[in-house]
């Protein structure tokens, strides 16, 4: 069978083939040069003509070059020696470690169907005030993290990992996606010195690797999340940072096969491309696979078309806020646009249900007299507003907290906050216990309780 190479492009080689009902789309070609070994991912095929898309750098490749069908298409281990390992997109292991009688899986079958599909209300608790408060998260939920550049995605999802290993010494999936190799090697750093790399397994698809390979990387993070969930019977935790740039990657892709893109830039298959990622994350009987999302919001847009796709998919979003960020109000969460979808009175339970929307009405308030205070001073407000004002000031303070993951920048001792300390101290603030306290005492604390008041 005769496949040559007739047109290259960076991320789009066009081959001919004699016996194109022999291949199929996701199938592997291999080029041989003398230089190195190429791989093509078919993409599309129509007659003879046969558009793929490959794996690396094209530089020294040639037209005319023979292709050949290679056995497998992309895989990855699917074995207990995932963990402590870290891989590339394409299940190529990238830290020096090797696999001992390598079993390996299909990065894109998805063997889950409705029947097997289990939902599971049991509350995982974060110890972020802000997030068990506003936002709880349920095992098999997906949440969002919602952010601009530089509001601290990022350090939010490090501090999940850490909280949620000493809560519940789950295992852990970590995926980047056209992140900063730096932050990448800094996660596997901390791991290891915390002697936690054992509980983890990364999939790094670097910033600056081509589109397809950082297009890759979920599918291949997903797999060895289906590993633990399906062969372990585990309860996984699935970070995903971040999720944007793989609809990023999709739409580089898409221009460079010359398709049209809808508004925005983005390819016309992006939902279909989103549902085949988020449908395979779930809850099964025996296990669950709990993911964390971090999204990229371009020019702080939350309407924009790829986060409102990628939203729709989410079980509650955690919005952070650059306007936040810039009262040194941290982690810098919006709590108006943060949601879950546990915010039931059947779910939470009353007592929880009713401080949550009480505080969002103190909090609403607050801005609305911040604005009458700047126009006619704090003396016109009535004695009950002036009330709701400070006490919401202490709330909004309440609710910052020292991260474990950023101790070394800030010399701050990370808190761990329990769910039953969180609604007394909610309680006590808006009860008036604390109207005595200055509000600078509950920047950056855990529990009140730490103060001795």
Same mark, same amino acid.
């Given at each position: 069978m005769a496949n040559k190479i007739v047109a290259i492009s960076d991320i789009n080689v066009q081959i001919y083939s004699d016996l194109p009902q022999q291949l199929k789309v996701g199938d592997l070609l291999m080029a041989h040069t003398e230089e190195k070994d190429y791989k093509f991912e078919i993409v599309e095929i129509n007659n003879n003509s046969i558009t793929t898309i490959p794996l690396s750098s094209i530089i020294g490749l040639k037209r005319s070059v023979e292709v050949y069908k290679m056995s497998d298409g992309l895989t990855i281990?699917?074995?207990?020696?995932?963990? *402590?390992?870290?891989?590339?997109?394409?299940?190529?292991?990238i830290d020096g470690n090797t696999i001992a009688q390598p079993s390996q899986k299909s990065i894109y079958n998805n063997d889950i169907n409705l029947e097997n599909i289990n939902v599971d209300y049991t509350i995982l608790p974060t110890?972020? =005030?802000?997030?068990?408060?506003?936002?709880?998260?349920? !095992?098999?939920? !997906?949440?969002?993290?919602?952010?601009? %550049?530089?509001?601290?995605?990022?350090?939010?999802?490090?501090?999940?990992?850490? +909280?949620?290993? =000493?809560?519940?010494?789950?295992? %852990?999936?970590?995926?980047?996606? *056209?992140?900063?190799? /730096?932050?990448? !090697?800094?996660?596997?750093?901390?791991?290891?010195? %915390?002697?936690?790399?054992? =509980?983890?397994?990364?999939?790094f698809g670097q910033m600056g690797d081509n589109p397809v390979s950082r297009s890759k990387a979920v599918y291949s993070g997903l797999t060895l999340a289906e590993y633990l969930r399906d062969s372990k019977k585990q309860d996984v935790l699935l970070f995903i940072d971040n999720? $944007? /740039?793989?609809?990023? %990657?999709?739409?580089?892709?898409?221009?460079?096969?010359? /398709?049209?893109? #809808?508004? +925005?830039?983005?390819?016309?298959?992006?939902?279909?491309? #989103?549902?085949?990622?988020?449908e395979r994350i779930n809850s099964v009987e025996g296990g669950s696979i709990t993911s964390f999302q971090a999204v990229y919001v371009p020019a702080d847009d939350l309407t924009d078309e790829a986060v409102q796709t990628i939203s729709g998919?989410?079980? *509650?979003?955690?919005?952070?806020?650059? =306007?936040?960020?810039?009262?040194?109000?941290?982690?810098?969460?919006?709590?108006?646009?943060?949601s879950s979808k546990m915010i039931d009175i059947e779910r939470i339970g009353e007592k929880h249900y009713n401080l949550v929307q009480q505080v969002l009405f103190y909090l609403h308030r607050y801005e609305e007299l911040e604005e009458i205070i700047a126009i006619l001073g704090i003396d016109e407000l009535s004695q009950d507003d002036k009330m709701i004002f400070y006490r919401s000031r202490k709330l909004r303070n309440y609710f910052t907290q020292p991260m474990f993951v950023a101790e +070394? $920048?800030?010399?701050?001792?990370g808190k761990f906050v329990n769910l039953a300390d969180i609604l007394v101290d909610v309680e006590n603030i808006l009860n008036g216990h604390y109207d005595n306290v200055d509000e600078s005492k509950f920047l950056y604390i855990g529990s009140i309780k730490e103060l001795g008041i």
């Amino acid at each position: 069978m005769a496949n040559k190479i007739v047109a290259i492009s960076d991320i789009n080689v066009q081959i001919y083939s004699d016996l194109p009902q022999q291949l199929k789309v996701g199938d592997l070609l291999m080029a041989h040069t003398e230089e190195k070994d190429y791989k093509f991912e078919i993409v599309e095929i129509n007659n003879n003509s046969i558009t793929t898309i490959p794996l690396s750098s094209i530089i020294g490749l040639k037209r005319s070059v023979e292709v050949y069908k290679m056995s497998d298409g992309l895989t990855i281990e699917y074995s207990d020696q995932i963990l *402590g390992k870290v891989f590339n997109s394409y299940g190529e292991l990238i830290d020096g470690n090797t696999i001992a009688q390598p079993s390996q899986k299909s990065i894109y079958n998805n063997d889950i169907n409705l029947e097997n599909i289990n939902v599971d209300y049991t509350i995982l608790p974060t110890g972020i =005030k802000v997030l068990d408060f506003f936002a709880p998260i349920s !095992k098999g939920f !997906k949440m969002g993290l919602l952010g601009g %550049a530089g509001v601290g995605k990022t350090v939010v999802i490090k501090e999940l990992i850490n +909280n949620l290993y =000493k809560s519940h010494s789950s295992n %852990a999936i970590f995926v980047g996606v *056209g992140e900063r190799s /730096r932050e990448g !090697k800094e996660l596997y750093d901390e791991m290891k010195s %915390a002697d936690l790399l054992d =509980k983890i397994s990364i999939v790094f698809g670097q910033m600056g690797d081509n589109p397809v390979s950082r297009s890759k990387a979920v599918y291949s993070g997903l797999t060895l999340a289906e590993y633990l969930r399906d062969s372990k019977k585990q309860d996984v935790l699935l970070f995903i940072d971040n999720i $944007y /740039r793989f609809v990023q %990657a999709k739409s580089e892709i898409s221009s460079e096969l010359k /398709r049209i893109p #809808v508004e +925005n830039g983005y390819p016309t298959t992006m939902a279909s491309d #989103v549902s085949e990622v988020e449908e395979r994350i779930n809850s099964v009987e025996g296990g669950s696979i709990t993911s964390f999302q971090a999204v990229y919001v371009p020019a702080d847009d939350l309407t924009d078309e790829a986060v409102q796709t990628i939203s729709g998919h989410l079980d *509650g979003q955690i919005v952070l806020d650059r =306007k936040v960020a810039e009262k040194g109000l941290y982690p810098a969460i919006n709590i108006f646009q943060t949601s879950s979808k546990m915010i039931d009175i059947e779910r939470i339970g009353e007592k929880h249900y009713n401080l949550v929307q009480q505080v969002l009405f103190y909090l609403h308030r607050y801005e609305e007299l911040e604005e009458i205070i700047a126009i006619l001073g704090i003396d016109e407000l009535s004695q009950d507003d002036k009330m709701i004002f400070y006490r919401s000031r202490k709330l909004r303070n309440y609710f910052t907290q020292p991260m474990f993951v950023a101790e +070394n $920048y800030t010399n701050i001792p990370g808190k761990f906050v329990n769910l039953a300390d969180i609604l007394v101290d909610v309680e006590n603030i808006l009860n008036g216990h604390y109207d005595n306290v200055d509000e600078s005492k509950f920047l950056y604390i855990g529990s009140i309780k730490e103060l001795g008041i």
